[in-house]
């Protein structure tokens, strides 16, 4: 799509500089989940005609998944379920950019995964389910991430 | 980094013991009028605030202000952060780090002695550190 590199460097240096002013970027995390969990209704309707689930775990994170895939931000995601712990593989993500411009300059990866971040909200607005940490990694070569969501149940 | 992964029972015992270690120090220093124990990305991990404050978002503000203040230190090399203070009008914010990535916050009266403050949120957190290092 024109222009999403560019709108991924910017989101790049918008994250690096949220970072360098000493904000933690999983604080940051947390506080979007939490903010983004409670317009889950909105969203659902929005960009996905209302029926997104919001009272079965593996039912939400599909329906996400299926959002991410319609909405073009990845191209494949595979999602697996282990306890209080969900794995996706994601192909083709659309920030690959992102991930990109932080190895050049000697960093990780991405410094906010925005797939994760939609997976977490998914599971936050998910009665019951709290939003514990993400684990996320990137393989440029192959255009493939793994993330892993951890989540406690109430 | 995730919490390990603790039975409901087991992670309703440590809350309840953690909450137990905020309200020993409110009582003993009664210019403190609520605490919140604060991974560092925000979540919380026991409360005893006041039930009209939004304890996430005092959470989440209290670890940013913790951040920002360990960045400033940081950047102007003036060594690892201790405590950061905020005054208001009408109280006080004394923040503290506990252990790596968690750290108590409290809110004190107008005219709180700070020094008698710091000196309870200090002991609480020797408290708090021993209960989080046995899980």
């Known amino acids: ?154 | 980094m995730p919490l390990p992964m603790l039975g409901r029972k087991t992670v309703e015992s440590v809350r309840d013991q953690l909450i137990s270690i905020l309200k020993e120090m409110e009582s003993k220093d009664p210019e403190i009028e609520g605490s919140v124990l604060i991974r560092a990305d925000g979540l919380v991990l026991a409360s005893a605030l006041p039930a009209d404050i939004d304890r996430d978002l005092v959470a989440a503000m209290s670890a940013s202000a913790l951040n920002v203040s360990t960045r400033v230190l940081e950047e102007l090399r003036r060594g690892t952060l201790e405590n950061v203070i905020i005054r208001g009008a009408m109280g006080v914010v004394m923040i503290i780090s506990v252990a790596q990535d968690i750290v108590l916050a409290a809110i004190g009266k107008k005219d709180a002695n700070l020094g008698l403050m710091l000196v309870e949120m200090r002991r609480a957190a020797e408290k708090l550190k021993n209960v989080i290092e046995k899980i």
């Open chain 1, 1 to 154: 799509m024109e222009g999403t590199k560019l709108r991924n460097i910017v989101l790049y240096y918008l994250l690096y500089a949220i970072k360098e002013l000493g904000i933690n970027l999983p604080l940051l995390f947390r506080r979007i989940t939490e903010t983004a969990a409670k317009d889950i209704e909105y969203i659902s309707k929005e960009f996905y005609g209302g029926k997104m689930s919001v009272t079965d775990l593996s039912q939400a994170a599909k329906d996400w998944c299926n959002m991410l895939k319609q909405e073009k931000l990845v191209e494949d995601i595979s999602i697996e379920f282990k306890d209080n712990e969900i794995d996706m593989g994601v192909s083709g993500c659309s920030y690959l950019d992102v991930a990109i411009k932080a190895k050049s300059r000697g960093e990780k990866g991405c410094p906010v995964c925005l797939i994760a971040l939609a997976a977490s909200v998914a599971a936050t607005a998910v009665s019951g389910i709290s939003f514990n940490a993400v684990e996320y990694s990137t393989n440029i070569d192959e255009k493939k991430c793994l993330l892993k969501i951890f989540y406690t149940k109430s």
